[in-house]
Nanobody, 117 residues
Framework: QVQLAESGGGLVPPGGSLRLSCAAS????????MGWYRQAPGKQRELVVV???????NYTDSVKGRFTISRDNAKHTVYLQMNSLKPEDTAVYYC???????????WGQGTQVTVSS
């Protein structure tokens, strides 16, 4: 059974930092593209960043220079370091594991990030 378990969300003031973690089980982690998405109230889910199995990383423009994704294939975990947080970063953040060759697409349950003073 595939599980993606996110952790690390919370309430932080503007300018603060958080680190999200997503621990995966039930997949061959190194073969999956791992991504972070977010969904703010009343908005569609959007891509934040994806780290491909081939080590290619793509960030959405609004987080470039502030967010950093990293992955530890040995621990089957992907991280999202978020710095200089802004109120508009407030959303539920979801971890995603995708492998098009395997026709596989998995989601975590989400973790709330709230940026507010």
């Amino acid at each position: 059974q595939v599980q993606l378990a996110e952790s690390g969300g919370g309430l932080v003031p503007p300018g603060g930092s958080l680190r999200l973690s997503c621990a995966a089980s039930g997949i061959i982690f190194s073969r999956y593209d791992m991504g972070w998405y977010r969904q703010a109230p009343g908005k569609q889910r959007e891509l934040v960043v994806v780290s491909s199995s081939g080590s290619i990383i793509n960030y959405t423009d609004s987080v470039k220079g502030r967010f950093t994704i990293s992955r530890d294939n040995a621990k089957h975990t992907v991280y999202l370091q978020m710095n200089s947080l802004k109120p508009e970063d407030t959303a539920v953040y979801y971890c995603n594991a995708r492998n098009l060759q395997y026709h596989s697409d998995y989601w975590g349950q989400g973790t709330q990030v709230t940026v507010s003073s």
